[in-house]
C-alpha cells in the first residue's frame, strides 16, 4: 500500500506512534553522552623494562631489541616506538588501525604473553617488564591538593582520602595520583663506629631486610580451634628501626651486639631525587586526576563531582585546599550549548527561509517533518551509542538542507496536484508514489558519498566517523518521514483551493533564461570551461592545514633542561616560570608536572615519558584569544632568562596527537652519522624566519663518571667491582636496603653517607670501599685509578627497531604545510649514506596519511553511486550527466576559501565529499522530472525546459536552507573550512544544476535547440 495513503487512513495511530518516538527523542536528548569532542581509541600501549645501572646502549641491545624482535611477531601490529635510556627501556606498541575499541583487551593480553615469554632472554639483573595497555585513558578532571606549611606526609593522606571519596561517585572509573611527595628513611652511616662495631655492609643488609621480612609462623590447635600465630616486631616506625638491635664482629653474624642508632643516624626526610612533582599555583600539590565511565553523560557527574569535593573540603583542617585544574564537565557543558544553539540557529534560518519562499503552510509542514526527523534521529543516537558533541551536532547542520529536502519536493508536488485539481487524497497518494523511489535514489546516494569518512581506517576518520552515522540516519528518516508524515502533514494543513494561484513571475523569467542558454549551448560551456579552468589555476593559492588547533583556553610550557639534567635544578627552573606566568593578567591559574607530563586529560594530548630533565606547566586562561600574546611575550621571555635550555609554548590540538607541527626523521646504525645528518637539517630549520623550537628527539649526549677500576689492586685487597658500586651508591643517592611500612604507605630504607660526604667530586678517591663479605675497607683510590668524564648517548629513540633521530620545530605565523613545503627542497638534498633513509613525520605524517586513506575510499563511493543512479535511469548517459556537474562546485569552493582565507584540511576535504552527494541529489530530483515531462508527452527540449522551471523551487530551498544553515558553523575552528566549502560548492552547484545541466543533457542526448525545432 503507498505509505501516505496508509498513514491518511491511520492517522491516528500515525500521529500518537510520531508523537512517542519524538517524545523518546526528547529523553535521548537528556540522557545521551555529551562530549565536547568525539573520542578515537588511541590504539597504544608501552611496556616499561627496568636495568638499573646499565648505559642507554646496553639497554637498547639487552633489552629493546630483545623485546621488540618478540613483540614483532603480534598480529595487527603497526608498529614499533621505543626510547632506551640508562636503566630503562621504553617500547610504545601501537596496533592498526582498523583495530576496535573492543578489540584492544585481547590484543593487550596477546602483549603480556609475549612479554612474558621474553624474560628469560633479558639480563638477570633486569626486573620484571611492565604492561601499561591504560596509556590511552582519558583523566578528563585533574584537581590539586594543596595547603600552605602542611607536611608533604599529611598531604598524601589527604589527597588518598580524597581519591577514595571521588572513586566511589557513581560514574566515576579511574582515580589517579600524580605528584604523591616521596618521603624515604635514611640510615647514614658513620664509617668509624662501623669500623668500631665492626659491622660488615652484608650483615647490615641481612639483618635489616630478615626484620622486616613477612612470615607465616604457622597455626596451632587448641581444642575445636585453629589459631593463627602473628609475627611481632616488625619495623613500622623511624623509632623502631633506630632502636633496632644489630649484631657485629667476626663472622657471619658476629657476636657484638648494638643499636642501629649507635653507628648511624636514622631519620624520615623527602627524597633528594623524587621521580616526579606536582605544583599549583606555585605551591607544592599532589594531583587528582579523574576517569569518567565510557558513555557516561560527564555533564551529568560534574555537580556531584563538585558536591563530593565540596563535602571533602569541609571535613579537612584550615589551609588544605582542593583546586581545580581541568574540569570537563564544565568545558562539555559549554561547548554543548555552543553546539546546540548553533544548531538551533540554524533551524530558524532554515524555517524562515522556508517561510519567505514558500509561506506558512509549506514551511510549517517542511518544519515540522523537519523536527520529527531530528527528534527521531536522537533516539538512533541514543540506542546507537552516538554521543552528542561538535561532531555530531555539526552533522545535524550539515545535513539540514537534504532533511528537508525530501520533504520540500513531496510538499511542492503535493501542491502542484492541488493546483490541478485533484483532491487531497489522491494528491498525497500521487505525490508519494511520483517521487518515493527517486528520492530514496537520491537519499541513498548522498549517504553513499560520505562513506569514505565510514571506510577509511586513519584516527582523523574516527575522530569525523560520527559524521557519517549522524548524516546516514537522519538522511534515511527523513526519507521515511517524508513519505509517510508529511503527506499527512500537506493532507491535513491544505484545501484544494489554498493555492489556487497563477504561475509566478520568476518561474517565467527562469523559463526564458533556461530557454537562451539551452540555445546558446556553445557559448555557454565555453564560458563554464574557462571559468573551471581559471578555478583551477587559484586553487594552487589555497592554503592547507590538516586540522586546526583546540579552542580551549589552555596552552602548555614544556621545559627542558639539558640532558641528564637534575629534577631539582627543573623545578627551580620551572619555579621561576610559573612566577613570570601568574604575573601576567590573562592566567587564571597554572599546573606544573615535574619530571613528566599531565596526566593524559584530553585523547589529543600525549603525555612526555618520565625524565628528571623535563618540566611541563598547564597554563589556563580566561579567553582562547589571549593564548598568541601571552605565547609572544613568553618566548620573549623563556629565551632571555634559558639560554641553556629548550623551553617552548605548545598549543592544545584538536584531532591529532603530533607534538611538533614539523618532523624530519633520520634513520640508520651510526649516533654520530644520525647526529650530523639532524644538524644539517636543523641548520635549515633554523634559517626559516618561521620556525622556532628548532630541536631533535635523542637531544645532547649526557655526562658520565667512568670509574678506572684497578682488576689486580683490587684482588689483593679483596674488593670487586661490586664493591664499589656499593660504596658509590651510599656516597650518592642511597642504597636501598629495606621497606618499612606504616599502614598502606611504603617508606624506602635508604643507606647512605652523611650529607657532608655525599655527591662531592672531590672526596670520591678517599671514600672507604669495604668488602662485602667482611674485611678492612680500603680508600677508593687504592682500587680505582681515577674518574674520568665522559659522555654518552641520553636516550636512543628507534621506530621499528631503527634508530631514528627526529628533528622537530614548531612553525608560527603560517601554516605547518607552507613552512614545510618552502624547507621540503632543502631537506630532501641532504645526501644520505648508504643504508641511511629520510621520512616527514608531525602534521605531515598525519595528514598524508589520512587524505591517501580518503581518496582509497572514494572509488567504493563512486562505485555505489553509480550503481544506484544506473538502477534507477537504466543506463549510462543520464548519470553521466549528473555525475558532470560535480567538478562545477569548486567554482564556488575554491574562491570563497580563498576570500575567506580559510585553509584547506582534512574536514574540508570530508565536505567536498559531502557536497557531491548533495548535488547529485540535487541532480537525480531534476533528471526525474525530465524524464516525467518526457513521459508526459513533451519535446526534449521543453521536457529540459519545464523540469527546470518546475524543480527550482525544492531545489534552491534545499541547497538555500543547507547554505544559511552552515552560518553559525562559520566561525568555527573545526567546522569552519567545511562550512566555507558547502557554502561556495553549494551555492554555485546549485545554479548551475539547473541551468547548466540541461545543456549537458542537450548535448549527450543532441537535443536541436527551440530555434532548430521551429525550422523543422
Known sequence: MNPATLTINKRFFASFLTTLLCLLGLYGYSAMGKLEDPAFTVKTAAVVTLYPGASAEEVESRVTDVMERKLQQMGKLWKLRSVSRPGQSMIFVELIETTTGTEL?????????KVNDVKLELPLEAQVSVVIDEFSEVYGMLFAVSGDGIPARELNHYARQLQRQLKAVNGVNKVLLQGLMERAIFIEIDEAKLAKFRL??????DQLQSQNLVSHPGQMTLGYERIRITQTDTLDSVDALRNLTLRGGAGPVGDDRFRLGDVARVHEADRDTPLSMSRYNGQAAVTVAVNPQNGINVVAIGDTLKQAIADFEARMPAGVNVNTIVFQPDEVQKSVNNFVGNLLSSIAIVVLVLWLFMGWRSASIVGASLGITLLLTLVYMKIGAVDLHRVSVGAFILALGMLVDNAIVITDLFIAKLRAGINRDRAAAEAVKETAIPLLAATLIAIAATTPVLFSQTSAAEFAIDLFKVMASSLMLSWIVAVTITPLLCWQFYRPADDAQSEPAWQRQSRRLITLILNHRKRTLTVVAVTLVATGLLSTQILVNFMPGSDRAITFVDYWLPQGGDLQHTAADMAKIEHWLLQQPEVTHIAS????????????YEPEPNDPAYGQILVSLQHFDQIPELRRRGNAFLKAEFPQAEPRFRPLKLATVDKFNIEARFSGANPRVLRQLAAEAKAIMQAHPNLQYVRDDWRQPSKVLIPEFNQDNARLAGVTRNDVNLALARATDGLLVANLYQGRDRLPVLLRQPSAERNDFSTLLTLPVKPLMGGHSVPMGQVVDRFDLGFEEGQIWRRDRVRTMTVQADVEGMYASQARQQIAAAIEAIALPQGYTMTWGGEFYDEDRSVKDIFAQLPKAG???????????????????????????????????????????FMALVGVIALSGMIIKNGIVLMDQINMEIANGRSAFDALVEAAVNRTLAISMAALTTVLGMIPLWWDPLFGPMAATIIGGLSVATFLTLLIMPVFYAVLYRVPAQQEQHNA
Do not use: C
Not at 608536572?593 to 589529543?604: E, Q
Not at 544506484?868 to 567554482?891: D, E, H, S, W, Y
Open 200 to 205: 660488615t655492609p652484608v650483615q647490615l643488609f
Open 863 to 905: 562505485v555505489m553511486m553509480l550503481i544506484l543512479m544506473v538502477a534507477m535511469f537504466n543506463g549510462l548517459r543520464q548519470p553521466l550527466v549528473i555525475v558532470m556537474t560535480i567538478p562545477l562546485a569548486l567554482m564556488g569552493v575554491i574562491p570563497l576559501l580563498l576570500v575567506a582565507n580559510m585553509p584547506f584540511g
Open 105 to 113: 583487551p585481547q590484543h593487550w593480553d596477546l602483549l603480556r604473553r
Open 593 to 604: 608536572f615535574i619530571g613528566g607530563g599531565a596526566p593524559r586529560f584530553t585523547v589529543t
